[in-house]
């Protein structure tokens, strides 16, 4: 299985940028734990970091070509104002599940949308770094479930 993570703008600042918010934990060392996690099941992980929306709208579209099966993506503030990250998802019809670190309804009116959530397998939000964890737990099952359906298997909860 292959699993493309996307973090959006300014998630570079992870560690010093409001860590009230935020935490204390580095993108480096999200990455880190992910990437751990996933080899641990055997599950192959792309991290990609941009300040820019055109760079991850490309990143998406490439992603349909190189059998990515499914998209971890924390959007930041694209979250709520990117119709192209949305379009791009959906054009490549690539199973998504969307984190947040903080919670995004206990924050500012503005952040209580997102432009991704109703297409997404799943949301997750509040757990600081945990939410990519159990983000990437609830894709990497979704996707199971997904093959062993298609494969005449059916998966009882």
Do not use: W
């Amino acid at each position: 299985m292959k699993i493309l993570v996307i973090h959006g703008p300014n998630l570079n600042l992870l560690g010093t940028r409001e860590p009230s918010v935020y935490g204390r934990v580095s993108l480096a060392e999200i990455d880190a734990q992910l990437l751990s996690r996933a080899g641990q099941r055997g599950i192959r992980l792309n991290c990609v970091q941009s300040n820019h929306e055109g760079v991850l709208v490309d990143t998406i579209q490439a992603a349909a070509s190189q059998q990515v099966d499914g998209v971890l993506i924390n959007a930041g503030a694209y979250t709520h104002t990117s119709i192209a990250l949305r379009d791009a998802l959906l054009a490549t019809a690539l199973p998504f599940v969307e984190v947040h670190l903080s919670n995004t309804h206990g924050r500012e009116p503005f952040r209580h949308r997102s432009l991704l959530a109703d297409r997404a397998i799943g949301v997750v939000c509040g757990f600081g770094g945990l939410s990519y964890q159990l983000g990437l737990e609830g894709l990497v099952t979704a996707l199971e479930r997904q093959a062993d359906e298609r494969n005449g298997i059916r998966t009882v909860d």
